[in-house]
T-cell receptor, first 110, second 114 residues
């Protein structure tokens, strides 16, 4: 099946810093999605990407759909305490089911 | 803002018992999904449902699992005879019809099998 490698596994940053995380796939995806999950809750959709090369922003979040269609990154600028959580990439190909990455645990230090 | 809801939030059951997890997808959505997340692991696809039938399912979704849309609003996941390894968070998700694959997730049901 499709495999997604997400890195880094965890990050500790100071409040106000920028952070970047990425996902790479063993196969081509048609859609890349980025979700945030707080403890005990469901994933919340942050950004959706549909075209190779597409760069999309949502407030302080920016994500890109890689040209090869096998990778995506998420940047968070000027981090704040409420950015703490687990960030997941997810991709889908011709089938609509989402394949999730293993997550990046983000900790923002005051 | 419309959202996916799930009940119960936590279900504890004995091994071998049947459980039914319930979801109310967003009202104008037409595609419905179940995913699960074992503690500390990534979210895994179980099954997708469209037009009153299963459209895709994973290897995890074996004969012990079934889904149903019993009425116009509910979408259920049944596990016929639970095993210890079924303990996980189960998430329902839904999306609009069309090419865009933005799936919106519910808060999850934590299933604990003893």
């Amino acid at each position: 099946g499709q495999q997604l490698n997400q890195s880094p596994q965890s990050m500790f940053i100071q409040e106000g810093e920028d952070v970047s995380m990425n996902c790479t796939s063993s196969s081509i995806f048609n859609t890349w999605l980025w979700y945030k999950q707080d403890p005990g809750e469901g994933p919340v959709l942050l950004i959706a990407l549909y075209k190779a090369g597409e760069l999309t922003s949502n407030g302080r979040l920016t994500a890109q759909f890689g040209i090869t269609r096998k990778d995506s990154f998420l940047n968070i600028s000027a981090s704040i305490p409420s950015d703490v959580g687990i960030y997941f990439c997810a991709g889908s190909g011709s089938a609509r089911q989402l394949t999730f990455g293993s997550g990046t645990q983000l900790t923002v230090l005051p | 803002e419309p959202e996916v809801t799930q009940t119960p939030s936590h279900q504890v059951t004995q091994m071998g018992q049947e459980v039914i997890l319930r979801c109310v997808p967003i009202s104008n959505h037409l595609y419905f999904y179940w995913y699960r997340q074992i503690l500390g692991q990534k979210v895994e696809f179980l099954v997708s449902f469209y037009n009153n039938e299963i459209s895709e399912k994973s290897e995890i979704f074996d004969d012990q699992f079934s889904v149903e849309r019993p009425d116009g609003s509910n979408f259920t996941l049944k596990i016929r005879s639970t095993k210890l390894e079924d303990s996980a968070m189960y998430f329902c998700a839904s999306k609009l019809a069309g090419a865009y694959n933005e799936q919106f997730f519910g808060p999850g049901t934590r299933l604990t099998v003893l």
